[in-house]
Structure formats: C-alpha cells, structure tokens
C-alpha cells in the first residue's frame, strides 16, 4: 500500500472508532443532560487568578534561572540534560506550590469533589476510548483541511518530543515519562478543570464554560516552532479538553479527570516506548 492508502485507512479506522465510541456514549446515556457541580463563592475567581499565576511563576522560574546561567557561563546545547531537569523541577514544583495555595484556602473539598478515588480515575480513564479517536480523528481532518491551503510538515507535541530527546539517558526518560502520566495530569487538572473551568461557571452557563476552558487548555499548548501544524494539535487537545471538562463535572470529581489525562498520556508514553 502507498502512504496515501496507509492513511485513508487509518482515517477511515479512527472514524470507525469514534463513531462507534460515540453511539455507545449516547446510549450509556453518557451525554444525558447532568446535574452541575454547585457553583463557586464569588472569590473564587480571584483564587483562579492566583493559581494561575503561582503556576507560571514556578513552572517558568527554573527555566529562567537556567537561561540566566547559559548567559553568564556560556551556550548551553538545546537538548541539554541540565534544561530537562530544569523543566522537572519547574513542573514538581508549579503543582506542589498550587495544591498548597488550594489547601491553605480551603478549596480542595471543592476543586476535587467527593466518592472512592480509585473508582472515579478508573471511570476517567475509561472514557480514553472515547476521547482519542475523536481527538485524534478531528485533529486529522483539520490537518487536512488546512493542507489545501498551506504546504507543511507535521510536527510532534512539545512534551512527546521532550521525552524523545531524552531517550538515550534512562534514568531521565524514566523520570520524564512518570512525570507526564502522574505529576503532570494532577498539575493541569487542577489548574484547568479545578480553577479555571470552576471559574468560568461563576460568569457563565456551563454550555459556555465548558468549550471556553477547552479552548484555553489548548491555546496554552500553543507553541510557536510547530508552525501550521499547531491547528491539528491544538484541535486535538481542545478535544480532549471537552472530554475532561464534561467527565470532571459527571462524576463530580477531579479524579476522574485525572484518571482520563493519565490515561491519555501514558497512551502516548507507551508509543514512544514501543515504537
């Protein structure tokens, strides 16, 4: 088969698929109108606001730092094991730093719900069967849509190619891949379904809140060297976004949404793996 074949097939395939999880969805009445989390205190929209920011500031902070460094002291090599491990801490510290904010304000009960943890992740992660061939099947069709216009070559995410650099060093790319199927869906769950999306149902309805999030949980995966190929991408993670956004409000838990991001991530930790 030609590569034109391979990939017609494998649309074809992953539409299949989607469809499929789809009509299951609707009949598991999985789309069934839900009763909404209760809404958040008039404040806590400036709590989301705080979040937001102590997140950058410690996510960015070691990458600064790092920066500064290569300055004073000479070019540091892009790949550079010292930047993975700046980014790790970045990451380690950025969730410690908000789960403590949240803590300290009382807003964990809320954020993460209630009921048995390890039963909302598993429902969470679950709903990966629905949630990947719809991304992945949107995200191709964008890329096809945008090619009768633009002429490009696709790219891979930013975290995917993060964790490639660092296979030739295991213990890095053990560290690496745990923090993408573990630290990293708490971090931006938290962030994103317990402080943002929370927020935005202070101002709007949940019909608005839920796409708005999405779309902002993709636009922040934005990344300038990807080019065009940021259309297929970022379609894909606002998606995914949709999905997080409308488990984490079903099952009244952020778990659940944890569960699903997991899942998602180690989906694409195991592709590297294998292949």
């Known amino acids: 088969m030609t590569g034109e074949e391979l990939t017609l097939a494998a649309v074809g395939i992953i539409g299949l698929w989607a469809l499929g999880a789809l009509i299951v969805a609707f009949r ?29 500031i410690f996510l960015l902070l070691p990458l600064v730092l790092y920066a500064v460094y290569c ?34 304000t009382r807003a964990l009960p809320f954020i993460f719900g209630k009921g048995p943890v390890l039963k909302k992740m598993a429902k969470g992660a679950l709903c990966w069967l629905l949630a990947y061939p719809c991304a992945v099947f949107l995200g191709i069709l964008v890329k ?3 090619e009768l216009f633009v002429d490009y070559a696709p790219s891979t995410q930013a975290a995917v190619q993060f964790l490639k650099d660092v296979k ?14 573990v630290v990293v869906p ?34 922040i995966h934005y990344d300038i060297t990807q080019g ?28 659940a949404s944890i569960g699903l991001h997991a899942c998602f991530n180690l989906v694409g930790v195991l592709v590297i793996v294998i292949f």
Not at 168 to 181: E, K
Not at 198 to 203: I, V, W
Request: aromatic fraction near 20%; charge should be neutral.
């Open 168 to 181: 030739d060093h295991p213990t890095l790319f053990v560290i690496n891949a745990f923090l993408l199927v």
């Open 71 to 104: 300055k004073a002291f000479g070019p540091c090599h892009p790949t550079n094991v010292s930047k993975t491990i700046a980014v790790d801490i970045g990451i380690v510290l950025s969730v410690l730093v908000v789960l403590l904010f949240a803590y300290n």
């Open 228 to 255: 065009f190929s940021n259309f297929e991408l970022l379609t894909m993670i606002s998606t995914l976004g949709m999905v997080l956004g409308w488990i984490y409000e079903k099952e009244k838990s952020l778990w």
């Open 144 to 146: 096809l849509f945008v």
């Open 186 to 219: 708490i971090q931006e769950e938290l962030i994103f379904r317990g402080y943002l999306f929370n927020a935005l149902k202070g101002f709007f309805p949940f019909s608005l809140a839920l796409p708005l999030s999405a779309l902002v949980f993709g636009a």
């Open 28 to 56: 598991s009445n999985f789309f069934a109108k839900i009763e909404e989390k209760k809404l958040p205190p008039p404040y806590f929209g400036w709590y989301a606001l705080i979040a937001f920011s102590l997140y950058f």
